[in-house]
């Protein structure tokens, strides 16, 4: 018998780590998998889709200009719950905590469908700190069946919640499957030859910075602030300094109202995936609001700067109190100058250990899907569901 997963994502970082899950599924003959983009990142997500040879069955297109979270949930609701009642899935399957995973829960609550939720149990308990996201994950958290944490401290915020311990699997993070598959791509000489004539503007007399920046939450005057320190640091003469600006206009207003035009500064265009692996493995440290960027810097061993207030990926730091420099110009700078300039500093940040596996994550969820299929305990499950809701 086969069972149909739904894999419902529509952000390039959704897509990368669902992925990974995706292919494992291609193994299972008992699984028939559909793939349903909801586009909230239509171009970049459609790099990584082509990256890595996925077909999509569900192409949505619900984003519009200046569209308010209410209207884009709005959307995404009307969308995703025409796509589940077409598809009629046995699983939903979505991954961390975007206005897609939470609609995706929400819509397969709604048609009583049961949900298997990647990168589950991710918390800083505080609902504005990342907005939207901290409430997304919860919200998707109450409603899921399979929770599928990253690390130990995922896990154990679960266990606090009253989540049961037979519904939560310890799995690692499916970005590191990712990561590992990209940085063999970068190794073949094909690969490698381009990305070095991509960036071959870059000094190598200098010491490369690597920016991204996009949270809601920072929308505004924090955002003004990450971008005067930046235009400070690139004073520095042996700094350059690499930013990858997003799309959102929230992002471009002030990048280029600020960094356009100034030495050092290199401002490039969202980048494939690749292309943003080799910078950040020639980096020498990375400034991000990004908790995928921590993530993949964990394993990689480059040391982070966090421009948030709180993290729920301290796991992936060496040093949290040191690393999360909030939206000040003067902690910016000074924790970037320490950085550049003191070695014995630079080695402690660089001393992370990878919390989140060793490339297997996607593996270990396909086998936990697998075995939730079978019978009794697919059956029971389902059997107490319709009667208690």
């Known amino acids: 018998m086969s069972y149909k997963v739904l894999s419902i994502f529509g952000t390039r970082p959704e897509a990368l780590k669902i992925i990974p899950i995706l292919k494992e599924f291609e193994r299972q003959s008992h699984i028939t998998s559909i793939v349903c983009s909801t586009g909230q990142h239509q171009e970049m997500l459609q790099q990584v889709v082509d990256l890595f040879d996925v077909s999509l069955d569900y192409s949505l297109n ?8 209410s209207q884009l949930t709005t959307r995404l609701l009307f969308e995703v719950n025409r796509v589940i009642e077409e598809v009629k899935p046995d699983l939903v399957l979505v991954q961390g905590d975007t206005t897609t995973t939470f609609v995706g829960s929400l819509a397969a609550y709604y048609n009583q469908i049961a949900v298997a939720h990647v990168e589950a149990g991710l918390r800083t308990h505080d609902i ?13 958290g109450v409603v899921s069946a399979l929770h599928f944490a990253p690390s130990q401290d995922a896990e154990l915020n ?82 350059q300094i690499v930013f990858p600006a997003h799309l959102n206009p929230n992002v471009q207003g002030p990048v280029n109202s600020i960094l356009a035009g100034q030495d050092n500064i290199f401002l490039l265009p969202p980048l494939g995936y690749l292309s943003f692996i080799y910078l950040m493995k020639v980096a020498h440290f990375i400034i991000t609001d990004s908790g995928g960027v921590q993530e993949e810097a964990s394993y990689l061993r480059r040391p982070i700067l966090v421009t948030r207030r709180l993290t729920e990926r301290e796991e992936a730091l060496s040093c949290p109190e040191e690393a999360v420099v909030g939206a000040k110009v003067g902690s910016i700078l000074a924790k970037s100058q320490k950085l550049l300039h003191d070695v014995a500093y630079y080695k402690e940040m660089s001393a992370t250990q990878n919390p989140y596996g060793n490339g297997h994550a996607a593996e270990k969820i396909a086998t936990e899907i697998t075995q939730y299929f079978k019978v009794p305990y697919f059956q029971i499950y389902n059997i107490v569901r319709k009667n208690t809701l």
């Open 158 to 239: 679960l266990l606090k919640e009253g989540v049961s311990r037979k519904n939560i699997f310890l799995t690692g993070n499916t970005i590191i499957d990712t990561l590992v598959m990209a940085l063999k791509k970068i190794k073949t000489p094909t690969h490698l030859t381009q990305l070095e004539a991509e960036f071959q503007f870059l000094d190598p007399r200098k010491k490369m910075i690597l920016v991204t920046g996009h949270r809601r939450e920072s929308f505004g005057q924090d955002f003004k602030n990450i971008c005067l320190a930046l235009r400070r640091l690139a004073q520095l003469e042996d700094v």
């Open 62 to 69: 619900v984003m519009m200009p200046n569209q308010s979270l």
């Open 128 to 140: 504005y700190s990342p907005w939207p996201e901290e409430v997304n994950r919860k919200m998707t």
